[in-house]
């Protein structure tokens, strides 16, 4: 038998068959997976409550034809089970696993650093460590770096000038000069462009300094350009409890 073992989190489940599930996961080692979980939809199935989305588990499995089946399962954290209470926290957490699915596309392609995000921002979320809106935007905005799209805020992102600037392109890729500006372009607000600053590089201090307005236009912004370079937007995003 050819067994492999990681640490994982579950992104989502799907059903498959009588009791079986398939379950996406984004591992340590091994990127994006799929596994079957056999008789996990039974009532008394071994470890059917350790794989439900947002669970962060220590997995083993075995390599099949199509799909690799779990064979061992132990819970490290269940992120799931700490935010169902919290509406608006849960809704944050599901944004949070679609996208990493999203920014995962090639199964079995080693992708450590959105691992490390996922977990991170559930552990922020489940433990109430910042505001669920900041933690969000923060999530995205990272994952966009890690995957070769962050947005400039500092200079042009067209031709390096410094800025700060008055203009941010969704297809420039941030903020652009006066000069590089296509036609289409927001007008952000400095304070705005300095939050997205602050949540990229993790400065929280300034973050959770920053003002209700200023949020909610970041969100926007970060939200139009995740659509722009995903080619589509997140179907769990829109249910976001924004307030």
């Known amino acids: 038998m050819s067994l492999y073992r990681d640490e994982a989190i579950v992104l989502r489940t799907q059903k498959l068959g009588e009791a079986d ?4 996961m984004l591992t340590k080692d091994h990127g994006r997976i799929r596994g079957v979980a056999k008789g996990v939809r039974r009532t ?3 470890f059917g409550a350790r794989l439900e989305p947002g669970s962060h588990v220590d997995i083993q499995l075995h390599v099949g034809k199509t799909f690799d089946t779990i064979t061992q399962v132990e819970a490290l954290m269940n992120y799931g089970e700490a935010l169902t209470q919290d509406y608006q926290r849960w809704t944050v957490a599901s944004a949070i696993l679609e996208a990493a699915e999203r920014f995962s596309p090639n199964e079995q392609e080693p992708a450590l650093q959105e ?3 996922v977990v991170g921002g559930m552990k922020a979320l489940a433990e109430n460590r910042y505001e669920p809106l900041l933690i969000l935007d923060a999530f995205l905005l990272r994952s966009l770096a890690v995957a ?11 031709c390096e000038k410094p800025g700060p600037h008055r203009y941010f392109s969704l297809v420039g890729g941030g903020s ?5 500006r296509p036609s289409a372009c927001a007008t952000p607000a400095m304070e705005t462009l300095q939050l997205m600053g602050a ?4 400065d929280w201090e300034s973050a959770t300094a920053s003002e209700g307005k200023h949020r909610r236009e970041a969100s926007g ?3 139009a350009y995740l659509q722009w370079h995903l080619e589509r937007g ?10």
């Open 176 to 180: 652009v000069c006066n000069d590089c």
């Open 199 to 202: 949540l990229i590089s993790s």
């Open 21 to 24: 599930r398939i379950i996406t």
């Open 44 to 46: 008394m199935s071994k």
């Open 221 to 223: 912004l970060i939200a």
């Open 115 to 117: 691992f490390q995000l």
């Open 148 to 158: 070769g799209y962050a947005p400039s805020m500092t200079i042009c992102s067209r």
């Open 234 to 243: 997140l179907r769990s995003l829109p249910m976001v409890e924004r307030v």
